[in-house]
């Protein structure tokens, strides 16, 4: 993930579903966090994800992280083996408005 000089790419935007729908986004950071934790250790488990938005639905969320942490939450999120929801990637972009996702900040 490179990022030009005039313009550092400081954040990272991951659009995924979510199966069975979860619309409990504490819930939703506690499975993330445990999939990282599984996945890369305890350290990699304090990574900052931010969620932006949930669907009313809990049918898919908007994550932002680091970009450095973006390959991580992706593999963690996709592979994830527990009881948690089951996570797909959408699309995942440095640039917000490019997830294209309807409601975002509605």
Do not use: C
């Not at 900052?48 to 932002?64: F, M």
């Not at 939450?73 to 997830?99: I, K, Q, T, Y």
């Amino acid at each position: 993930m490179s990022s030009s000089p005039l313009h550092p790419t400081t954040k990272h935007y991951i659009h995924l579903s979510i199966t069975p729908p979860l619309n409990d986004a504490l819930r939703l950071r506690k499975s993330l966090s445990d999939a990282l934790d599984q996945a890369f250790g305890a350290t990699s488990a304090a990574v900052n994800i931010d969620v932006l938005w949930l669907a009313e639905d809990g049918k898919d969320v908007v994550l932002r992280v680091h970009p450095d942490d973006a390959p991580k939450v992706l593999a963690a999120a996709v592979s994830s083996m527990d009881n948690g929801p089951r996570l797909a990637l959408v699309r995942e972009s440095p640039f917000l408005p490019s997830l294209g996702v309807r409601g975002l900040g509605a």
